[in-house]
């Protein structure tokens, strides 16, 4: 083995940093590319502290100059980079996908050429993963490798099969469906052909894997008005011939439970103000929901069951990534726990499935994308005014924030968020099972947002930090505040 493979293996131990000089300086006497050895503890060293990364943008860096990139996450404390769509640079292997109809050049090409909402990723196709991760490994980063398993508006256009199907029978244009068994291939397939190739890569993101409601910090313009809380509780899919098979085999009474998201799901959708009034004045608080549920039961079945299919296709994922390298982290991203079972999320169950769980919860940006449904509510509604709207919306997650539109739109909710649902997310995963903070780092993000949000998370119990670009041109002194935030509480030195 040469001397980098067995220091990133003896990393992936955990062992202290003394154990790993002495094994590495044992082991040597065979090494003698000095300059790569002094590199690859200097990277070790940082990454055996606290974790601490960044989800950012390579165009961005790229035309910045990497090696000042790199620098500027590197003084921040940073030692873990997620760049968006990294997992379209990689070689394919066209014989790991004949048991898929789903082409991989088919999101590769779209993003080299028109990219998703995180924007075209033609200088990361262009590069090459072992240069890049070489260099940012001088400046103490690991470059890892994150993948978004169900969200691909080109996939689905081509194979409107692999998408999600709601409860009138249609189908997204957006979300594929983790049930679905082309879409496990392809995914499966993709991340061992990735990880085959490419040994020196220490952990494996899941990014948002779920089964649609909508992941509240992309929602699509096209997302439907429909009433809250309606929706949330008595979510229309995935009603595809592979959900309705799998929970029809574990005795679920399709039937009534079908029966019964129609009748509420009309409701929803039976857009006027007196139907909108019936649900604020009733629904009034936490105890409310519970009567809710007590009279349709079997919409707790039909929750828990959408989340065990997102279970099912993590813990596949998990054995192929475990047989391959066991050192191998597993890190999974989800939306904030006060509303994480709507996309069939459980905190509850991370422990059983993945190493560590990055809490999504970009603070300040939330509101740009969460205020398009309830746009399309008052449109729809004029009667109900903003702040009808927004108080309900409030009381239903928990949250705090502005009471008009436009201002959630433009400035999001309050940062003391932050610090309730890192609490929930710890109490929830249990001990043994990080949670990472992930902090909005984006615009209209301030650095005194940025610090005030690293406080609540470090105040909610986070075992580590993350901090989000991928909206684009995130301000660097951002970047500054984060770690300099992070150094005044004692999180890094
Ligand atoms: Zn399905």
């Not at 993000?445 to 909610?460: E, I, L």
Request: charged share 25%; aromatic share 12%.
């Amino acid at each position: 083995m040469s001397y980098t493979s067995y220091i990133k293996k003896i990393f992936r131990e955990k062992i202290s940093i003394k154990e790993i000089m002495i094994r590495g300086w044992i082991h040597k006497k065979s090494f003698n590319n000095y300059q790569l050895r002094d590199q690859v503890l200097e990277g070790g060293k940082q990454m055996a502290k606290k974790y601490v990364g960044v989800w950012a943008i390579f165009d961005e860096d790229y035309e910045e100059g990497l090696e000042k990139a790199f620098n500027r996450y590197k003084e921040a404390g940073i030692t873990h980079i997620m760049y968006a769509g990294i997992a379209h640079t990689f070689a394919v292997h066209e014989e790991y996908y004949q048991n898929t109809i789903i082409d991989p050049w088919i999101q590769i090409d779209f993003e080299k050429n028109q990219g998703d909402l995180f924007g075209t990723k033609s200088h990361l196709i262009n590069s090459n993963f072992d240069e890049i991760y070489l260099l940012a490994n001088k400046y103490g980063l690991s470059l890892d490798f994150d993948i978004t398993p169900g969200v691909s508006e080109p996939i689905v256009k081509e194979y409107p099969s692999t998408a999600v199907v709601d409860i009138e029978g249609r189908r997204s244009g957006h979300w594929m469906c983790p049930a679905n068994p082309d879409v496990k291939e392809y995914f499966y397939k993709r991340v061992e052909d990735i990880l085959k190739h490419h040994q020196m890569i220490k952990e494996v993101e899941l990014d948002v894997v779920s089964l649609d409601f909508y992941d509240p910090q992309v929602v699509p313009d096209w997302v439907l008005p429909e009433l809250y809380p309606l929706r949330q509780l008595a979510i229309g899919n995935c009603f595809c011939e592979y959900c309705v098979g799998k929970a029809e085999n574990q005795g679920l009474n399709l039937k009534k439970i079908r029966e019964k998201i129609k009748t509420i799901y009309n409701e929803a959708i039976t857009l006027n103000y007196e139907q909108f009034k019936k649900q604020t004045d009733t629904m009034r608080g936490l105890f409310d929901i519970v009567r809710f549920i007590i009279n349709h039961a079997e919409l707790i079945d039909w929750l828990k069951y959408r989340a065990s299919v997102v279970e099912d296709f993590i813990l596949g994922i998990r054995k192929l990534v475990k047989a391959i390298d066991p050192t191998i982290i597993i890190s999974n991203d989800l939306v904030a726990p006060s509303f994480s079972w709507t996309l069939g999320q459980l905190y509850s169950n991370q422990h059983r499935l993945t190493d560590m769980t990055k809490l999504m919860l970009y603070h300040k940006r939330i509101g740009s994308f969460e205020v398009k449904p309830l746009k399309r509510i008052q449109k729809a509604i004029p009667e109900i005014d903003d702040q009808e709207l927004m108080e309900q919306y409030y009381r239903l997650k928990g949250f705090s924030g502005p009471l008009s539109l436009a201002q959630f739109e433009k400035e999001g909710i309050d940062v003391e968020n932050v610090y309730y649902e890192v609490r929930k997310a710890k109490m929830e995963v249990g001990q043994g099972h990080d949670v990472i903070a992930g902090l909005v780092g984006d615009l209209p993000a301030t650095p005194d947002d940025v610090r005030a949000a690293v406080k609540m998370a470090h105040q909610g119990g986070a075992d580590g930090y993350m901090l989000h670009l991928w909206y684009h041109n995130a301000p660097k002194e951002n970047i500054v505040a984060f770690g300099e935030q992070l150094r005044e509480l004692g999180e890094i030195k």
